[in-house]
């Protein structure tokens, strides 16, 4: 049986799946992308906000000015490239044809790809080695990108738009776990009397996402795409399938600069969060990282439950983007509680707050991002411009958290307020697209 669970077969190939054609929601493909997000995220966001920080400051004497602009310097690279990776692999697998599909042949090889370069990472230690971290990293930022674009196109693919706030839901629910508890894992790995242990962190991350791929591919069982109707690649079929889309696009720009904002206050909290205990709250390292791990289960247990539930409810209410401008209220206001408080105990409660909002977002956000797309045939490259929002918030949030560090000095904390205000302007956005009668 294939994955779509679809009541009537096509009677030709076509881009994605109609009401009419799926009566059930099609769960297999939920779990499915829930498991590949879950197994990819997770060690990505444990290495870029948790082991890399720690890597970089015991390779370079500890925290300050000097790390933040390399963490800046590393953000704006990777991040540029896995810009135009994404483009392009999304391009390329909307082509692909194959008796696997257009998207598991991807998703497989990337996970493959992406492992290997992490075990490299983390055999950097000196000083000497940094050009090589810079360019494994952009390795990783490209081969990630394998499995990312692919398996966020699988929902365009194979779920009718009456079931995607659900499976949104359930995507969401590993992209959470993977958000929260990559950091929380991560956390795991520091120790004041063995830096050595952050290596064994890259090493653990990485075994984990070579697992993404075939996972993924084995739940999804994609339909062959070897009777895809070919497209040629002329300077017509070139245009289409590289090119930022440039009709009907409003809404769509719309949900791409809304989610950078919101993302970007996310990503820099999560870029910062080992300074914000060690520099602005004058903690050690051994307990920053207990306190990270307490965050980030608070974070990641309260995202859970309002995941799994904002989507079924967008889906009966009929809305995506007064859910998605409700989730930013709530990482706004988390985001500046430890500024006014400045006490360790409210990194946690700031767990609960934006966790609530990060669970909304991350399920809804998703629906929003497929109902905006302009053509099914190029989900997965238009997909791809829309995960500009994240790979726009890592270039950005390193270097804005670089030039306010330079204007409020060594705490850190001060940072708060503005990245408060940034995930306003990210509802305010999202507020502004017009949205049909019928989700």
């Not at 440039?246 to 080992?274: D, E, P």
């Amino acid at each position: 049986m294939e994955a779509q669970n679809i009541s009537a077969k096509p009677a030709k190939w076509q881009a994605d799946v109609t009401d009419d054609q799926q009566p059930k929601i099609p769960v297999s493909v939920g779990v499915a992308v829930a498991i590949g997000v879950l197994l990819w995220l997770g060690p990505f966001n444990g290495v870029s906000s948790i082991l890399n920080p720690a890597k970089l400051a015991n390779i370079m004497g500890g925290a300050g000015a000097r790390v933040n602009n390399f963490l800046a310097l590393l953000g704006t690279i990777g991040a540029v490239v896995s810009t135009i990776t994404t483009i392009i692999i999304g391009a390329l697998s909307d082509r692909t044809r194959s008796r696997w599909g257009r998207r598991t042949p991807w998703i497989v090889a990337g996970s493959f790809l992406t492992a290997a370069v992490m075990v490299g990472l983390g055999m950097v230690n000196t000083v000497q080695q940094l050009p090589i971290f810079i360019a494994l990293w952009c390795g990783i930022q490209t081969f990630i990108n394998m499995i990312v674009a692919p398996l966020l196109a699988v929902i365009a693919d194979q779920v009718a738009p009456q079931h995607r706030g659900t499976i949104s839901s359930i995507y969401a629910i590993g992209f959470v776990i993977g958000q929260y508890g990559g950091p929380v894992v991560g956390g795991r790995f520091l120790s004041n009397s063995n830096p050595g242990l952050v290596n064994t962190g890259y090493f653990v991350f990485a075994l984990l996402i070579l697992l993404s791929g075939p996972i993924a591919a084995i739940l999804l069982r994609e339909k062959s795409s070897v009777h895809m109707p070919k497209e040629r690649l002329d300077l017509s079929g070139f245009v289409k399938a590289f090119i930022f889309p440039i009709h009907k696009v409003r809404n769509f720009y719309l949900a791409l600069f809304g989610k950078m904002m919101i993302t970007i206050a996310t990503t820099a909290f999560a870029t910062y969060q080992v300074f914000f205990l060690t520099s602005g709250m004058h903690l050690g390292n051994t307990a920053s990282g207990k306190y990270i791990s307490l965050m980030g289960t608070a974070t990641m247990i309260t995202a859970i439950i309002l995941s799994s539930t904002a989507g079924p409810i967008s889906d009966k209410l009929k809305t995506r983007k007064w859910v998605v401008a409700f989730a930013a209220l709530l990482i706004a206001s988390g985001t500046v509680l430890p500024f006014f408080f400045k006490s360790p105990a409210t990194m946690i409660l700031y767990g609960v707050i934006a966790g609530t909002g990060s669970g909304i977002f991350s399920s809804v956000d998703q629906a929003l991002n497929l109902e905006v797309l302009p053509d099914p045939k190029t989900a997965a490259k238009d997909l791809g411009i829309l995960n500009f929002a994240n790979t726009g918030a890592q270039i950005l949030a390193p270097v804005l958290g670089a030039l306010l560090f330079s204007m409020v000095g060594e705490h850190y904390l001060p940072i708060l307020p503005f990245l408060s205000v940034i995930a306003l302007v990210g509802a305010g956005l999202v507020l502004m697209i017009n949205e049909h009668k019928t989700v």
